[in-house]
């Protein structure tokens, strides 16, 4: 067989989705099934005085109306996973009186459709003693605290700072980057169905042993008793990493009905208890010689987490790596207030981090009267100076040499304001990225069944970049059959465990999993081949065998072993199990995937429209698997950073922390008109420290840096420096 990875294969699910046989978590239905509908708390901060179920429970076809005062008191026993708050505790829904934050679960209404449940959720009557929420990052009265699941990391120093440079060129500034919300296309729900003591759950995951495992947690049950199925998932981002409340809920419901119980979440509901990009403020203050060598680099960051929880991302962490400088110092902090936890979001941290630094970064360009590009490139440095280790591999200069070649960026013209097209402002911006190579060691098993074919199985998921077709490329390949030959399975918590479905850590941890399994299956069937009776390799050395298209062989002979009577050879099903691991020569690495973005926006001089007609991404990200579906990744990536830096930010009142965009028509996101031209190259590069696949993660890298580019590029349109995120026509308007 010919290699397979590297090739640009198409999904070997699109089918499927284009013709609707695809299954979403709100796809399944159970004979019998019940609907509950969750009413959300209307105060931000407080307790509940009554609620009054008299009516609602007699409305036409209410099973039942569940609150805090019916619920039974569940085990909420601990659970932690790395994608979990490693301090505090999660919200224990329905189990007391206290309103934590505006949107908190305080009730379920079940009924028999869907329609009689929204209206007797609408019709419960509940009433609140309430207090003043502070849901406001810029209140001087929040206390600032430490994050303790971060440690050291919090607070890096080297070198000096306070040592002079004589004619040091400085700049010293502060960034924001509003609260931002996933809004993936399919909402979140989940179908409970209890037989006995034992639970299925169809659920939107991005992480289905790690539900599993949690939702056995909350209702002290073993989690051999919880089965978690997840197919397909329509988007994520990050939201459905954690088990959020809504999926408790929906078994509690099964239980206390003893009928199926599907709940799906409305759009709003979304934006209330499913997690969210925190609220960052960051001060950044750098320093050079005139020639633009770092002398300095100050990083401070606080960000947003809620009074029960302590979420914390790597929000200054790049910072110690990403250039070469001496004398270098990064703070974190948290700021708690009356909202609901934060979660990852695509590129959680280095994408708010990268965004104050490479603005800042273009502003020292300006300032020292230098190509932004060439500033970068003058700090390059030769390891990792944070871990003081070498880098597995770093191609941040061959991407800012592709991208500005691709790009034309020799044409720009320095000064602010200078390029126009016709009337319009043009700006050219660029910005550099990177994100950590994660690996985390995942299972698979691989079988052949009686009729030839080959089963791949892990409790993976797949939220839309590809994952059914890289890995049956992977699969197929390890195996030396077609891609046809293979069927890859995910989305079963009762598959291997593998995990989460994030931190671009899929391709590198179940990929190296799955090959893991295929090469130990197909040893055993290479050995069975030689060493059956009934074969007509008997005999042979395993080495002497390949498989063909179809077929396994001899080398130098014409005779055919098909599949079929291959798999006649052993006991039915034969299968092998394999965990995919990295080898002892990774610690001594610093491993990370680094990008370059150029932008070029036309901004109205009237009335300062923009929009962002080109862009071009250049990264280095080890091997590529499959360069057609790790383009529309990054194209995805790019497009959701343009989101991030002119258009996306979740308002919150601040009298209740009520978040008042909570739909599509005032949650802004990018639409096709919003999109230009957009080019995607991948640098070639080979690590072979990473892992197994030598692969480094697309998900996250596209999008970090796409923010500060474009911000770079409005301030060279138009000279204006605006230093929060979203960047909004009134910003340009009435100045920064």
Not at 581 to 607: C, Q
């Amino acid at each position: 067989m010919n290699a397979l990875i590297g090739k640009s294969e198409r999904r070997v699910d699109g089918r499927d989705k284009v013709t609707g046989r695809a299954q979403y978590a709100g796809d399944f239905h159970l004979p019998g099934q019940l609907h509950g509908v969750i009413v959300n708390a209307t105060i931000g901060l407080g307790r509940i005085r009554s609620i009054d179920a008299s009516a609602v429970e007699t409305m036409p076809g209410v099973v039942a109306v569940i609150s805090h005062l019916n619920a039974p008191r569940l085990a909420y026993k601990p659970h932690k996973t790395f994608i979990d708050p490693a301090v505090g505790e999660r919200l224990h829904v329905l189990q007391d009186d206290r309103i934590h934050f505006y949107g908190q679960p305080v009730a379920v209404v079940v009924a028999r459709s869907l329609d009689q449940a929204e209206r007797a959720a609408r019709a419960l009557n509940i009433r609140y003693d309430r207090r003043q929420p502070k849901v406001d990052l810029r209140d001087p009265s929040l206390p600032v605290v430490l994050p303790e699941a971060m440690g050291e990391e919090a607070d890096k120093s080297r070198g000096d700072l306070e040592q002079a440079v004589p004619g040091a060129v400085t700049v010293d500034e502060r960034y924001e980057i509003a609260r931002e919300n996933h809004t993936p296309i399919e909402l979140h729900a989940t179908l409970a169905a209890w037989t006995g003591d034992r639970l299925t759950l169809w659920s939107k995951s991005q992480f289905v042993v790690n539900e599993q495992a949690e939702i056995a947690a909350i209702f002290g049950i073993d989690p051999a008793n919880v089965q978690v199925i997840s197919p397909y998932v329509g988007g994520a981002f990050g939201t459905t990493l954690r088990t959020w409340p809504h999926v408790t809920l929906a078994a509690l419901a099964a239980r206390m009905t003893g009928q199926p119980v599907k709940l799906t979440l409305s759009r709003k509901q979304t934006f209330y208890t499913t997690g969210h990009r925190p609220f960052t403020t960051q001060r950044v203050r750098l320093g050079a010689t005139p020639d633009g060598r770092l002398t300095h680099v100050e990083h401070e960051g606080t960000g947003e987490t809620s009074r029960y929880e302590q979420f914390a991302e790597a929000l200054v962490s790049a910072t110690s790596y990403l250039y070469s400088c001496p004398n270098l110092r990064v703070r974190y902090r948290l700021q708690p207030c009356d909202t609901s936890t934060p979660t990852y979001m695509r590129g959680p941290g280095e994408a708010s981090g990268i965004f104050a630094i490479e603005c800042a970064m273009d502003e020292l360009a300006y300032k020292l009267e230098m190509d932004p590009v060439e500033l970068r490139r003058l700090n390059e440095p030769k390891l990792d100076e944070g871990s003081g280790l070498p880098f597995s591999s770093r191609s941040l200069l061959q991407c800012h040499d592709v991208g500005a070649r691709s790009f034309g960026w020799a044409r720009r013209s320095p000064v602010p304001g200078s390029m126009k097209d016709g009337r319009l402002l043009v700006g050219w911006g660029m910005a550099s990225g990177t994100y950590p190579v994660w690996f985390a060691p995942a299972s698979a098993r691989a079988r052949i069944t009686p009729a030839g074919e080959f089963e791949v199985e892990a409790a993976a998921s797949d939220m839309g970049p590809g994952t059914y077709t890289s890995i049956t490329q992977v699969a197929a390949e390890a195996l030396g059959v077609p891609m046809s030959a293979v069927k890859f399975r995910l989305g079963r918590s009762d598959f291997p465990p593998t995990p989460p479905h994030g931190g671009s850590m899929t391709m590198a941890s179940v990929g190296s999993g799955v090959r893991a399994a295929c090469q130990a299956l197909r040893a055993e069937l290479l050995a069975l081949a030689a060493s059956s009776a009934a074969s007509p390799f008997a005999g042979a050395s395993p080495g002497d065998l390949h498989w063909d298209a179809g077929a396994l062989m001899r080398r130098g002979a014409s005779e055919r072993l098909g599949y079929a009577r291959l798999a006649a050879l052993g006991p039915p099903g034969l299968m092998a199990t394999a965990t995919g691991g990295r080898s002892e020569e990774a610690g001594k690495y610093s491993m990370h995937a680094f990008g370059a973005v150029f932008v070029e926006v036309a901004i109205d001089p009237d009335v300062y429209t923009m929009h962002v007609r080109r862009m071009v991404g250049a990264y280095g990200a080890g091997r590529i698997v499959n360069p057609r579906l790790a383009t529309s990744q990054c194209i995805g990536g790019m497009v959701g950073g343009i989101g991030m830096a002119v258009m996306e930010s979740t308002v919150l009142d601040k009298r209740d922390g009520r978040p008042v965009n909570a739909h599509m028509a005032d949650y802004l996101v990018p639409v096709n008109l919003d999109i230009g031209d957009i080019q995607v190259h991948f640098i070639d590069e080979e690590d072979p420290y990473v892992n197994p696949l030598g692969v480094k993660g697309l998900g996250e890298i596209s999008l970090v840096g796409v923010a500060p580019a474009i911000a770079n590029a409005i301030y060279h349109a138009t000279g204006k420096r605006v230093r929060h995120l979203p960047i909004r026509i009134e910003n340009l308007l009435h100045g920064a």
